[in-house]
């Protein structure tokens, strides 16, 4: 199959009587917000693309649109986009992959970590989605992310939420945690916010109702994550994340995928597509295992033990 991909994809650099150089070697990619874990889909991405012989050495190359937290910014760039006709169209959020999806029929689009394409309407089947779009799902069950909660803070029962409610993806995550938390006996306290701005307050109106603080994968947060660390340390208020690289930036704890994989699971189907293949008949690529990463120094500035068996487990233990 590699090889036959290379051979498509080479067959494409030698050009078309149909489509320009140009818009044959673009590869448009929309972001919504920039923050470290769209940075590391973003280096998995062009690191899968090298490696296929995807580069500026053979005439492709890349126009990285953000979105900058906007919504009508991401409209505005599904509308370049359409105009443009790029290659393949490769959006990371759900709020610039919906626009592009309705908005744009001709052009292949392949989304990149999307916690619910189903959810957001962005395809209407995981294993053959239709139409022009496919693309990677960050999706994961919350069981292991609530098992880590349970061996840390065993006597735990209110769980504070807080994320962007505009965000139909952060909406979708957070009803199915409390959906698959139902066994674990949690009661759940949401705040929302609108920018990255309102994060500081939302996180301080949850000191004294809640035992910990739950962050989704939600950009607007994420992108103020050290908001939500400040409130943690002074309230000495755990957090909890599902993004890994949330730990290092003061979460206590989280379980979720490496988004630079995701990045280059996303670039082999871009391959894929390039070479010919139909984005509708391509399966949307979903996680089939997780990673634990734990923050020793943070558990000890706010009281909190770690245990050594889940220590153990850890694929990293930030010291």
Not at 27 to 51: D, K, M, N, S, W
Not at 155 to 179: C, P, T, Y
Not at 224 to 242: K, Y
Request: charged share 20%; proline share 6%.
């Amino acid at each position: 199959m590699r090889a036959y991909i290379r051979v498509a994809v080479l067959a494409l650099l030698m050009g078309s009587t149909t489509v320009s150089h140009a818009q044959e070697r673009t590869i448009a990619v929309a972001t919504f917000v920039e923050h470290p874990a769209v940075q590391r889909l973003l280096e998995g991405f062009r690191a899968g693309l090298t490696e296929a012989g995807i580069t500026p050495e053979r005439g492709y190359k890349l126009d990285l649109q953000s979105a900058q937290g906007s919504t009508v910014t991401a409209g505005q760039i599904a509308r370049k986009f359409a105009g443009d006709r790029p290659a393949v169209i490769v959006t990371a959020g759900t709020p610039v992959t919906q626009p592009a999806v309705q908005q744009i029929k001709d052009i292949p689009i392949v989304f990149s970590g999307l916690a619910d394409p189903l959810g957001a309407k962005v395809v209407a089947n995981l294993e053959r989605p239709g139409g022009n779009v496919t693309g990677t799902s960050d999706r994961a069950p919350f069981k292991p992310l609530l098992d880590v909660m349970a061996e840390i803070l065993p006597n735990a029962k209110r769980v504070g939420v807080i994320f962007n409610a505009g965000e139909a993806n952060s909406r979708a995550l957070v009803d199915r945690l409390k959906s698959e938390a139902v066994p674990y006996g949690l009661s759940f306290v949401e705040t929302t916010v609108t920018k990255a701005s309102d994060t500081l307050s939302a996180a301080q109106s949850l000191v004294g109702k809640v035992d910990l603080i739950y962050v989704p994968n939600d950009g607007t947060v994420v992108s103020n994550f050290e908001a939500v660390t400040r409130v943690s340390l002074e309230a000495r208020i755990p957090v909890f994340a599902s993004a890994l690289d949330n730990v290092p930036k003061g979460a206590i704890a989280a379980t979720g995928v490496d988004y630079e994989k995701i990045g280059r699971r996303t670039a082999s189907i871009v391959v894929r597509v390039l070479a010919g293949e139909d984005p509708g008949a391509i399966p949307v690529d979903v996680p089939e295992t997780l990673d634990v990463v734990l923050n020793k120094k943070i558990a000890s500035s706010i009281g909190v033990g770690l245990p050594p068996a889940l220590i153990g487990r850890a694929k990293l233990v930030v010291e």
